[in-house]
């Protein structure tokens, strides 16, 4: 008997699962697009879409019946992935709770904190912003100097965060404190939840390139969070960042069927086009199509190995350097492809506008979830050998 | 889906690494570069006694019956080591597509080649000179319309040197007494064109790592400015941009082996993926460890350039990337699939 045998196709139940969310999609899709998720109105549309997809335990598939999910693996995870993404649903405005604490809190929460956390996260009655970044520290997060100071029961939280994704309308943030005062690095350093709404917390959205506050500046002024909002043990917070860092890079936070879709979308425009292209555009066409499935199948091969009990560790960089430099080049095509029109808004050319978003948007993921350069190291330090 | 490999398959990698990594040394490529005699009768026989040569040989043909993924996997070691013995992109591409030649073309390639244990050469359009014809029992020739064997001593031929002096390759003149057919010629030519072009990609996955390896251990060892220049992070860099271009290649090659193995009508799409990606990875591969290496990387002395000379050739050998590019751009711009998010499987 061979348990093992390779095998690079969907089963049976695969496949029923696919129509499954394909046909609840058709049924509960918005029927009219959502505004942007980094406006008032439209954070509150994604909430409800949230709750939507909650009614129907869409939130997580991976994750335990009990916390809203499905108890799915991660194959099945990727298969709700291509059909959420073909269908273009609305952008997850919960990803940072979903992808990124969700797992950390199964790892390493404790039962109340899971019960009291992960049914909220699921149903979109709380959305999380991201709090790893200071003003000095970027790249370099060990740097931290925002304090958590225990007294009675409570941390007392004073400093400021950064480019914290989703903070300027979200509930919660969550994030690595110095509760350690004496310490230095990523020594002292605890993972704490506080939310948003609470005296002494100040949001500040931060426009970005397309002029929506997608990340805001959050200062703490004597705010105080109760022990209990700490995951792990105090001065676990590096340890416990590194394996939500490892999710973000890893499989999670960028699945293949995101860049597949640009592919596609790139080939009907190039189509489209054709007549006014020149064979550089095919190359990069032709570009597009196999990196995006060469991701695809990366990520096919990585979920088995690790369904077959492997698991991801400094890996996870090397896909992190390549999806976002593949992005960034599947929408400059598309601009060039545009030609003159790649400048213009939507009410001129709906297509055009939504690129050039795209585009810009594309410069961000050499940035975001530790810039590729930081990645470059891991690489070199930890699967190459090479000297820090 | 289960995108793993099974205990045997990778056995028959770990047994294809501990042997070559004792029978296939530089030293030995390079020995066999000064005698004029890179392909090695020694190393062939050993190869033979393992049960290689006919692995890939159904077991009533006397072979082992080992599957094409299993196959890439024990090519790609090939790779690692340079082996200058064309085992991979010859004996293997002759052996796996064996039962689709001609009735009279397979008796004759039977009777010569001793269940793969002799060595057949093959000339196509994509690899139009054929590698150590001095040593072959048999020649296999594919033009436009047919395919012809004829027996070594039946070619006239000219001797031509390669840029990898591992490569001894012949242009062909003029034969006679060719045994010649156009049966199933479509479905031979494309399978073998298939086979070529994965053949040389898993050899090139197997390259590109041994040369970021050879990068690695030597910017470790090099010291300037008082450590090592693997310290610097325009190194570091470089040779991490290496291993991106390896990892995303790998899968590729892969499932195209996976492809062939269960007879995938997209298989020879599958196949131009591959040797896509490998082409692109080995690029980088040589161009970032030479200048890893510094001047030493541009000497004969270091070992570097036996691992360059090799892939710049198979790059070549059976369409490059941009013939592979025409063919994925001629199936995404013809195919009636929406080749997208639900089309990989």
Redesign the interface.
Known sequence: M?I????????EE?NTFRQEIRSWLVANLPKEKLKSLDTKEGFEQHREWEKTLNSGNWSMVTWPKEYGGRGLNL?EWLIFE?EY??VEAPTRVNQNGVFLLGPTLMEFGTDDQKNKFLNAMASGDHIWAQGWSEPGAGSDMAAIRTTAVLEDGFFVINGQKTWSSRAAYADYTFGLFRTDLESERHHGLSFILAPLDLPGITVRPIPQLDGEPGFAEIYFDDVRVPVENMIGGEGDGWKIAMATAGFERGLMLRSP?RF??T??KL?SLY?ENESQCSPAI??K??EA???S??????I??T???M??GASIGS?SS??K??WSELDYMMHETALKILGASAELDEEQHQNAAQWIKGFMFSYAGPIYAGTN?I???I???R?????? | MKFVFTEDQLQFQDTMRGFLSQECTPDSIRSGWVDKQPLNQQRWNAIAELGVLGANLSEEDGGLGVDQVALALMVEEMGYVALPEPIAEQSFLINDVLHLFPDQIQDAIRAEFNEGKEYIAVSHPQNPHPVFLSEAKGLIMIDETSCHFVKPSDVSSELIKSNDPSRVLSRILGVKNTISSDDNFQQLNQEINSRGTLLTASLLLGLSQKMLDLSSAYVLDRNQFGKPIGSFQAVKHMLADIAVAIEFARPAVYRASYSLLETNPKSALHCAHAKYMAVKAAELACKNSIQAHGAMGYTWEMDLHIYMRKSWSLMACWGNDDYQQNIIFNTLRSSDDELGVLYTF
Request: charged residues 20%; aromatic residues 10%.
């Open positions: 061979q093992l045998k390779m095998k690079i196709s969907f089963t695969q194959i291509e993404y073909r069927a597949q879709q592919a596609a080939l189509l095919q190359a066409i032709v199509w196999a990196k499935e060469s991701y695809a199948l990366s096919y091969h979920a088995s190995k369904m077959s890996e090397l896909g350097i390549f350069e990645q470059k190291n690489i070199a330090e699967l190459l050998g090479l000297p820090r």
